[in-house]
């Protein structure tokens, strides 16, 4: 099978832009997790979909948002983009999204805000 | 905030050598899990230990966990150049009324290793 797949792998915007950014799972998974990786504060949830709904979020902001298509594959949003908002963001599926669920990781997209 | 405290932060060692890792949480959990990650890339998966296993192993990992201490270590034998890599440990949390933290896992800092030939 082939593997979970994110695109695009780089990007990079300026302050104030939005972007948005795509996630397509393993075949057969229908939970899509995705997790924000910076220096600072390591490896963070921001959300989780099932079934086109969001299940779990993580604690940010408003700004970040998501959506899950019927085929599973998932899109991820920040609006009005923070030189914070730099990251490595990564994306995860597995088959149920319960806690007892392997997760399995994309490459991630790597977004620059200058 | 991160569950999971890694320690060290850092680990040098030479091929042929063991490299132990440890991690610690906070709360209690469904499992643990290992991941490793090269150079700001995807994670890739290493093992699972559920809550009421005590050791695992997986070719030249080991993995142990101590539910009581709320710790568990990752041990990868006779270590190759090609190990060299952040590792994490990530938990996974039922909810308090018995429901599943859909999805979410709770990540340390991370051990980063590095194997010189």
């Known amino acids: 099978k082939a593997g979970v797949t994110q695109t695009p792998r780089y990007l990079i915007k300026t302050r104030g832009q939005q972007v948005t950014l795509s996630c397509s799972p393993i075949?057969?998974?229908?939970?899509v997790s995705w997790y924000q990786q910076t220096p600072g504060q390591g490896l963070q949830f921001l959300f989780e979909?099932?079934?086109?709904?969001?299940?779990n979020k993580g604690n940010f902001p408003g700004r970040f948002s998501g959506r899950q298509f019927s085929n599973s594959r998932s899109e991820m949003n920040v609006s009005t983009l923070e030189l914070g908002d730099s990251a490595l963001y990564l994306c995860?599926?597995?088959?149920?999204?319960?806690?007892?669920?392997?997760?399995?990781f994309g490459p991630g997209t790597r977004l620059t805000v200058l | 905030s991160q569950q999971g405290e890694e320690d060290p932060q850092a680990l040098s060692i030479q091929e042929g050598e063991n490299a132990t890792m440890n991690c610690s949480y906070k709360?209690?959990?469904?499992?643990l899990q290992w991941y490793r990650q090269n150079s700001g890339r995807g994670l890739v998966h290493l093992i699972l230990?559920?809550?009421?296993?005590r050791e695992k192993h997986s070719g030249r990992l080991r993995v142990t966990l101590d539910t009581s201490k709320k710790s568990s270590s990752l041990l990868i034998t006779a270590s190759r150049a090609a190990d060299t890599a952040s590792y994490f440990c990530?938990?996974?949390?039922?909810?308090?009324?018995?429901?599943?933290?859909?999805?979410?896992?709770?990540f340390g800092q991370g051990t980063i290793l590095t194997v010189h030939p």
């Open positions: 995860a599926s597995s088959l149920a999204g319960t806690s007892g669920s392997r997760q399995f």
């Open positions: 075949s057969g998974h229908r939970s």
């Open positions: 979909y099932f079934s086109e709904t969001q299940r």
């Open positions: 709360t209690s959990i469904n499992n």
């Open positions: 230990i559920r809550s009421n296993e």
């Open positions: 990530a938990t996974a949390t039922d909810l308090n009324a018995g429901g599943t933290s859909y999805g979410k896992l709770t």
